[in-house]
């Protein structure tokens, strides 16, 4: 069973910034589409960002384009989420997630899962 850990997660105020972190202890994913989601209380679990791990391509939701960035270090096999400009309804459980099919936003294309570490952005 592949496991995803994520972290990094905390509170923070409106504004702040955020890193959050992901690594697959012993296991690449060197043919993967790395995806980071989020679900807030009450809400659907949605799409944030993406990144293909081999050319490092990425993708964005419209709602966080020019505040996150997505990226990883080969060296390090892990996958991160730079998170600026954070607003309150950025608030919400983030997950990493793996899968195969490329650069999807679509949650059930990803395989493997993290457990989710908590956002919170006060106002």
């Known amino acids: 069973q592949v496991q995803l850990v994520e972290s990094g997660g905390g509170l923070v105020q409106n504004g702040g910034s955020l890193r959050l972190s992901c690594v697959a202890p012993?296991?690449?994913?060197?043919?993967?589409?790395m995806g980071w989601f989020r679900q807030a209380p009450g809400k659907e679990r949605e799409f944030v960002a993406a990144?293909?791990?081999?050319?490092?391509?990425?993708r964005y939701a419209d709602s966080v384009k020019g505040r996150f960035t997505v990226s990883r270090d080969n060296a390090k096999n892990t996958v991160y989420l730079q998170m600026f400009s954070l607003k309150p309804e950025d608030t919400a459980v983030y997950y990493c997630?793996?899968?195969?099919?490329?650069?999807?936003?679509?949650?059930?294309?990803?395989?493997?899962w993290g457990q989710g570490t908590q956002v919170t952005v006060s106002s």
């Open positions: 997630a793996a899968g195969i099919k490329i650069m999807t936003s679509r949650a059930y294309d990803y395989n493997y």
């Open positions: 012993g296991r690449t994913f060197s043919s993967y589409t």
């Open positions: 990144i293909f791990w081999r050319g490092g391509i990425t």
